[in-house]
Nanobody
Framework: QVQLVESGGGLVQAGGSLRLSCAAS?????????MGWFRQAPGKEREFVAS????????YYADSVKGRFAVSRDNAKNTVNLQMNSLKPEDTAVYYC????????????WGQGTQVTVSS
């Protein structure tokens, strides 16, 4: 089975940037259809941030991050990245990487998460 590990989180001032990375291991990615990023702030529900098709590279973004965040992938390295620019305090959350198989109705694999804190 696929294992996902996020990295790159940290503390940044409002207006700054961070780049998150998700490394996948444990199996082939031939059956992976979609890689996504989600986030969850304390006391709030998990929300969708961005996703990317593993093969074609088409991207999708939540309205709240469109124009500020950019998701990309490196198929050869089995990694997906999230470049976050113009960060706001409301971006503070634990960010999770997730993977969805081609035949699945929802995301199947999840990472442990990485903390992103944006100070004002």
């Amino acid at each position: 089975q696929v294992q996902l590990v996020e990295s790159g989180g940290g503390l940044v001032q409002a207006g700054g940037s961070l780049r998150l990375s998700c490394a996948a291991s444990g199996g082939t990615f031939d059956t992976i259809y979609l890689m996504g990023w989600f986030r969850q702030a304390p006391g709030k529900e998990r929300e969708f941030v961005a996703s990317i098709n593993w093969s074609g590279g088409r991207t999708y973004y939540a309205d709240s991050v469109k124009g500020r965040f950019a998701v990309s992938r490196d198929n050869a390295k089995n990694t997906v990245n999230l470049q976050m620019n113009s960060l706001k305090p409301e971006d503070t959350a634990v960010y999770y990487c997730a993977a969805r198989r081609l035949l699945s109705r929802d995301y199947d694999f999840w990472g442990q998460g990485t903390q992103v804190t944006v100070s004002s």
